[in-house]
């Protein structure tokens, strides 16, 4: 019940009946994805019942070298997800430089669904040249 938001669970109430129930992990992991979307993708401020939701304008970050600047990054975003997604712990944010896509910034995203200490959530995640942050599990 706690893996998915209420949101979630009313809709798969519609759901085909037919499709083979995933186990109680995999349905976390994919709503802590699709709440980190959306988490990592609001701007700090937008959100009327929480000022502090969202993510800080990263534009303000930019300054000084790639390593200061990913390092004011890393911060940002750990302290994002730590405060708003609580089914993760043990989290670990680290850029990653590639050299194909020299526009948009790599990090990774590791943790544990904390319900379930054994479970690790392990998550690629893009910071695109448009400001928006896409995440792949």
């Known amino acids: ?45 937008s959100v009327l019942i929480a000022d502090d939701y969202g993510m800080p304008d990263i534009t303000r970050f930019m300054g000084g070298g790639f390593l200061e600047t990913a390092g004011r990054i890393e911060k940002a975003i750990h302290e994002t997800v730590e405060k708003y ?23 990774s995203l590791e943790g544990v669904l904390s319900r379930q200490e054994n479970v690790p959530v392990f998550l690629e995640s893009f910071l695109q040249p448009n400001g928006r942050i896409k995440v792949k599990g």
Not at 86 to 98: A, G, H, N, Q, T
């Open 1 to 45: 019940m706690y893996e998915q938001t209420l949101l979630e669970r009313i809709a798969s109430l519609e759901s085909r009946k037919d499709i083979a129930e995933e186990t109680s992990a995999e349905k976390e992991i994919k709503s802590v994805i699709l709440h980190l979307r959306k988490l990592l993708n609001t701007n700090r401020g």
């Open 85 to 107: 997604e609580k089914r993760l712990s043990d989290l670990k944010i680290k850029i990653e430089s590639s050299e194909e896509d020299v526009l948009s910034i790599h990090f």
